[in-house]
Nanobody
Framework: QVQLVASGGASVQAGGSLRLSCVCAEYTCSAFAMGWFRQAPGKQREGVAASYTAAGSTRYADSVKGRFTISRDTAKNTVFLQMNRLTAEDTATYYC??????????????????????WGRGTQVTVSS
């Protein structure tokens, strides 16, 4: 079974950047649709970004469009989340997740955490204003 190891969280100033990494252990990320999610204290977990394949479709939450980019390095079996122009509202624990690809239905559920079967441990991002 695939295991996911997320890292890269840190404390940064507003306006700064971070890059989160998610390594797929025991299996290859390229076999799965991958997503990044976050959960702030007292809030529900929300989908941030998702990737269908390394060169395929992506989807972003409106709150991060134009600031966050999801990408994959197939050689390193890693999925990244590049986060730019961070704000205090981006403060949360970030999780990566994987699910089987579902063809044309993928896009509509790309940011739905209930459709992801495998989860990594979170990595904390704290943005101070």
């Amino acid at each position: 079974q695939v295991q996911l190891v997320a890292s890269g969280g840190a404390s940064v100033q507003a306006g700064g950047s971070l890059r989160l990494s998610c390594v797929c252990a025991e299996y290859t990320c390229s076999a799965f649709a991958m997503g990044w999610f976050r959960q702030a204290p007292g809030k529900q977990r929300e989908g941030v970004a998702a990737s269908y394949t390394a060169a395929g479709s992506t989807r972003y939450a409106d709150s991060v469009k134009g600031r966050f980019t999801i990408s994959r390095d197939t050689a390193k079996n890693t999925v990244f989340l590049q986060m730019n122009r961070l704000t205090a509202e981006d403060t949360a624990t970030y999780y990566c997740a994987a699910k089987a690809r579902s063809g044309a239905a993928w896009y509509s559920s790309a940011l739905d955490d209930g459709t992801y079967a495998v989860w990594g441990r979170g990595t904390q991002v704290t943005v101070s204003s």
